[in-house]
Protein backbone atom coordinates (compact mmCIF):
# COMPACT_ATOMS: atom_id res chain seq x y z
CA UNK A 1 0.00 0.00 0.00
CA UNK A 2 1.36 3.04 -0.80
CA UNK A 3 2.15 5.75 1.53
CA UNK A 4 -0.73 8.20 -0.40
CA UNK A 5 -3.15 5.50 -0.15
CA UNK A 6 -2.16 4.67 3.91
CA UNK A 7 -2.59 8.32 4.91
CA UNK A 8 -6.18 8.28 2.99
CA UNK A 9 -7.21 5.39 4.55
CA UNK A 10 -5.95 6.39 8.22
CA UNK A 11 -8.00 9.48 7.92
CA UNK A 12 -11.51 8.00 7.26
CA UNK A 13 -10.93 4.91 9.49
CA UNK A 14 -14.08 4.56 11.62
CA UNK A 15 -15.94 7.88 10.36
CA UNK A 16 -18.52 9.25 8.43
CA UNK A 17 -17.83 10.30 4.58
CA UNK A 18 -20.97 12.11 3.10
CA UNK A 19 -22.22 11.92 -0.22
CA UNK A 20 -22.29 15.53 -1.44
CA UNK A 21 -24.32 14.97 -4.66
CA UNK A 22 -26.69 16.74 -6.90
CA UNK A 23 -28.20 15.21 -10.20
CA UNK A 24 -29.07 18.15 -12.58
CA UNK A 25 -32.53 19.12 -12.39
CA UNK A 26 -32.37 18.28 -8.42
CA UNK A 27 -32.76 21.48 -6.54
CA UNK A 28 -29.42 21.73 -5.05
CA UNK A 29 -27.37 20.88 -8.38
CA UNK A 30 -24.22 23.01 -8.53
CA UNK A 31 -20.37 22.79 -7.90
CA UNK A 32 -20.75 25.73 -5.69
CA UNK A 33 -23.77 24.66 -3.30
CA UNK A 34 -22.29 21.24 -3.11
CA UNK A 35 -18.92 22.65 -1.83
CA UNK A 36 -21.34 24.51 0.76
CA UNK A 37 -22.67 21.16 1.51
CA UNK A 38 -19.41 19.56 2.20
CA UNK A 39 -18.39 22.65 4.24
CA UNK A 40 -21.16 21.94 6.29
CA UNK A 41 -20.61 17.93 6.35
CA UNK A 42 -17.28 19.01 7.33
CA UNK A 43 -18.23 21.09 10.32
CA UNK A 44 -20.96 18.20 11.85
CA UNK A 45 -17.40 15.83 11.97
CA UNK A 46 -17.48 14.00 8.62
CA UNK A 47 -14.11 12.40 7.94
CA UNK A 48 -14.29 12.72 3.96
CA UNK A 49 -16.60 13.64 1.36
CA UNK A 50 -17.74 11.73 -1.84
CA UNK A 51 -18.36 14.07 -4.89
CA UNK A 52 -19.54 13.42 -8.12
CA UNK A 53 -18.21 15.09 -11.35
CA UNK A 54 -14.78 16.50 -11.88
CA UNK A 55 -17.04 20.44 -11.11
CA UNK A 56 -17.93 19.72 -7.97
CA UNK A 57 -14.83 17.50 -7.13
CA UNK A 58 -12.56 20.39 -7.92
CA UNK A 59 -14.91 22.79 -5.90
CA UNK A 60 -15.21 20.69 -2.82
CA UNK A 61 -11.53 20.10 -3.11
CA UNK A 62 -10.99 24.11 -2.52
CA UNK A 63 -13.68 24.49 0.27
CA UNK A 64 -12.88 21.56 2.72
CA UNK A 65 -9.47 20.16 3.92
CA UNK A 66 -11.11 16.47 3.81
CA UNK A 67 -10.22 13.37 1.07
CA UNK A 68 -12.29 13.75 -1.76
CA UNK A 69 -13.88 10.63 -3.03
CA UNK A 70 -14.00 11.60 -6.76
CA UNK A 71 -16.78 9.89 -8.69
CA UNK A 72 -18.55 10.78 -12.29
CA UNK A 73 -21.88 9.46 -13.25
CA UNK A 74 -22.17 9.23 -16.86
CA UNK A 75 -25.01 6.68 -18.65
CA UNK A 76 -23.25 5.06 -22.02
CA UNK A 77 -25.86 2.95 -24.46
CA UNK A 78 -25.67 -0.63 -23.89
CA UNK A 79 -24.15 -0.72 -20.28
CA UNK A 80 -25.81 -0.72 -16.98
CA UNK A 81 -22.21 0.64 -15.59
CA UNK A 82 -22.73 3.95 -15.21
CA UNK A 83 -20.17 4.92 -11.89
CA UNK A 84 -16.74 5.88 -13.53
CA UNK A 85 -17.08 3.83 -16.49
CA UNK A 86 -14.21 4.75 -18.27
CA UNK A 87 -10.86 5.87 -18.35
CA UNK A 88 -12.32 9.04 -20.03
CA UNK A 89 -14.15 9.45 -16.23
CA UNK A 90 -10.71 8.77 -14.38
CA UNK A 91 -9.09 11.30 -16.12
CA UNK A 92 -11.71 14.14 -15.44
CA UNK A 93 -11.36 13.09 -11.86
CA UNK A 94 -7.82 13.14 -11.89
CA UNK A 95 -7.19 16.37 -13.69
CA UNK A 96 -9.71 17.85 -10.94
CA UNK A 97 -7.25 16.61 -7.85
CA UNK A 98 -9.49 13.54 -6.32
CA UNK A 99 -7.93 12.27 -3.67
CA UNK A 100 -9.50 8.59 -3.97
CA UNK A 101 -11.77 7.60 -7.23
CA UNK A 102 -14.34 5.31 -6.99
CA UNK A 103 -15.70 3.37 -10.06
CA UNK A 104 -17.92 0.63 -10.44
CA UNK A 105 -16.14 -2.72 -9.67
CA UNK A 106 -19.06 -5.42 -10.84
CA UNK A 107 -18.62 -7.90 -13.50
CA UNK A 108 -20.92 -5.77 -16.13
CA UNK A 109 -19.84 -4.82 -19.53
CA UNK A 110 -18.57 -1.86 -19.57
CA UNK A 111 -18.92 0.75 -22.17
CA UNK A 112 -16.00 1.30 -25.03
CA UNK A 113 -14.74 -1.85 -24.71
CA UNK A 114 -13.07 -0.93 -21.03
CA UNK A 115 -12.29 -3.58 -18.88
CA UNK A 116 -12.31 -3.78 -14.96
CA UNK A 117 -8.98 -4.97 -15.41
CA UNK A 118 -8.14 -2.02 -17.42
CA UNK A 119 -9.58 0.66 -14.97
CA UNK A 120 -7.58 -1.05 -12.22
CA UNK A 121 -4.42 -0.78 -13.90
CA UNK A 122 -4.69 2.74 -14.96
CA UNK A 123 -5.81 3.94 -11.16
CA UNK A 124 -2.52 2.14 -10.00
CA UNK A 125 -0.20 3.89 -12.51
CA UNK A 126 -2.23 7.16 -11.65
CA UNK A 127 -0.48 6.62 -8.35
CA UNK A 128 -4.33 7.25 -7.28
CA UNK A 129 -5.86 5.49 -4.35
CA UNK A 130 -9.05 3.54 -5.44
CA UNK A 131 -12.25 2.62 -3.99
CA UNK A 132 -14.07 -0.36 -5.38
CA UNK A 133 -18.13 0.14 -5.78
CA UNK A 134 -19.80 -3.71 -5.62
CA UNK A 135 -22.99 -5.77 -4.94
CA UNK A 136 -22.21 -9.03 -4.02
CA UNK A 137 -19.31 -10.70 -2.23
CA UNK A 138 -17.24 -12.45 -5.55
CA UNK A 139 -16.98 -8.69 -6.65
CA UNK A 140 -15.40 -7.53 -3.47
CA UNK A 141 -13.02 -10.85 -3.33
CA UNK A 142 -11.98 -10.02 -7.56
CA UNK A 143 -11.84 -6.56 -6.92
CA UNK A 144 -9.10 -6.92 -3.70
CA UNK A 145 -7.60 -9.51 -6.28
CA UNK A 146 -6.94 -6.59 -8.66
CA UNK A 147 -5.21 -4.55 -6.15
CA UNK A 148 -7.93 -1.81 -5.58
CA UNK A 149 -7.55 0.19 -2.25
CA UNK A 150 -10.74 -0.72 -0.62
CA UNK A 151 -14.26 -1.55 -1.63
CA UNK A 152 -17.47 -0.48 -0.63
CA UNK A 153 -20.98 -2.15 -0.50
CA UNK A 154 -22.30 1.11 -2.89
CA UNK A 155 -24.28 -1.17 -5.46
CA UNK A 156 -25.94 -3.96 -3.55
CA UNK A 157 -29.16 -3.84 -4.71
CA UNK A 158 -28.68 -1.70 -7.84
CA UNK A 159 -27.86 -4.69 -9.74
CA UNK A 160 -30.19 -7.61 -11.65
CA UNK A 161 -28.45 -10.26 -9.55
CA UNK A 162 -27.70 -8.11 -5.96
CA UNK A 163 -30.08 -8.42 -2.86
CA UNK A 164 -33.16 -6.00 -3.04
CA UNK A 165 -34.27 -4.47 0.55
CA UNK A 166 -35.10 -1.12 1.79
CA UNK A 167 -32.28 -0.97 3.97
CA UNK A 168 -28.92 -1.34 4.15
CA UNK A 169 -26.73 -4.54 3.23
CA UNK A 170 -25.26 -5.09 6.52
CA UNK A 171 -24.98 -8.81 5.45
CA UNK A 172 -22.92 -8.24 2.38
CA UNK A 173 -20.33 -5.95 4.60
CA UNK A 174 -20.26 -8.35 7.21
CA UNK A 175 -19.07 -11.32 4.99
CA UNK A 176 -16.69 -8.95 2.89
CA UNK A 177 -15.40 -7.25 6.23
CA UNK A 178 -14.34 -11.01 7.30
CA UNK A 179 -13.29 -12.42 4.37
CA UNK A 180 -11.28 -9.33 3.33
CA UNK A 181 -7.82 -8.10 4.19
CA UNK A 182 -8.45 -4.42 2.71
CA UNK A 183 -11.04 -1.93 4.32
CA UNK A 184 -14.58 -2.42 3.50
CA UNK A 185 -16.82 0.99 3.30
CA UNK A 186 -20.04 0.56 4.26
CA UNK A 187 -22.37 2.12 1.82
CA UNK A 188 -26.24 2.42 0.73
CA UNK A 189 -29.54 2.81 1.84
CA UNK A 190 -28.31 3.99 4.82
CA UNK A 191 -30.51 6.56 6.96
CA UNK A 192 -30.30 6.41 10.42
CA UNK A 193 -27.41 6.72 12.76
CA UNK A 194 -28.47 3.37 14.73
CA UNK A 195 -27.40 1.67 10.89
CA UNK A 196 -24.02 3.82 10.83
CA UNK A 197 -23.52 2.15 14.72
CA UNK A 198 -24.85 -1.27 12.74
CA UNK A 199 -21.93 -0.69 10.07
CA UNK A 200 -19.44 0.36 12.05
CA UNK A 201 -19.81 -2.52 14.63
CA UNK A 202 -20.18 -5.33 11.94
CA UNK A 203 -16.56 -4.33 11.01
CA UNK A 204 -16.90 -1.83 8.16
CA UNK A 205 -13.52 0.90 8.19
CA UNK A 206 -15.77 3.55 7.20
CA UNK A 207 -19.33 4.67 6.23
CA UNK A 208 -20.66 6.97 3.67
CA UNK A 209 -24.37 8.21 3.46
CA UNK A 210 -25.82 10.67 0.97
CA UNK A 211 -29.21 11.05 0.74
CA UNK A 212 -30.28 10.68 4.23
CA UNK A 213 -27.79 14.01 4.55
CA UNK A 214 -27.56 15.65 1.45
CA UNK A 215 -30.67 15.81 -0.45
CA UNK A 216 -33.35 18.00 1.41
CA UNK A 217 -36.25 16.69 -1.21
CA UNK A 218 -35.50 13.09 -0.17
CA UNK A 219 -35.66 13.92 3.13
CA UNK A 220 -38.75 16.01 3.17
CA UNK A 221 -40.57 13.42 1.48
CA UNK A 222 -40.02 11.06 4.41
CA UNK A 223 -41.60 13.85 6.83
CA UNK A 224 -44.49 14.69 4.49
CA UNK A 225 -45.51 11.34 3.81
CA UNK A 226 -46.44 10.87 7.16
CA UNK A 227 -48.47 14.24 7.42
CA UNK A 228 -50.55 12.44 4.42
CA UNK A 229 -51.12 9.66 6.31
CA UNK A 230 -52.66 11.36 9.13
CA UNK A 231 -54.39 13.38 7.29
CA UNK A 232 -55.97 10.81 5.73
CA UNK A 233 -56.70 8.33 8.64
CA UNK A 234 -58.14 11.77 10.75
CA UNK A 235 -60.55 12.12 7.34
CA UNK A 236 -61.61 8.55 7.42
CA UNK A 237 -62.74 8.94 11.00
CA UNK A 238 -64.57 12.34 10.69
CA UNK A 239 -68.06 12.11 11.07
CA UNK A 240 -70.75 13.84 8.97
CA UNK A 241 -72.26 16.96 10.90
Known amino acids: MGTLTATILERIHGGLIVSCQALPGEPLHGADIMARMAAAAEEGGAVGIRANGAADARAIKQAVALPVIGIVKRDYPGSEVYITPTLREIDELLEAGADMIAFDATRQIRPEHCTLEQ ?123
Open 119 to 241: ITAYLKQAGVSSMADISILEEAVYAESLGVSCVSTTLSGYTAYSVKQEGPDLELLQAAAERLSIPVIAEGRISQPAEVEAALDLGAYAVVVGSAITRPQLITERFAAVTRKVRMRNNGNERPN
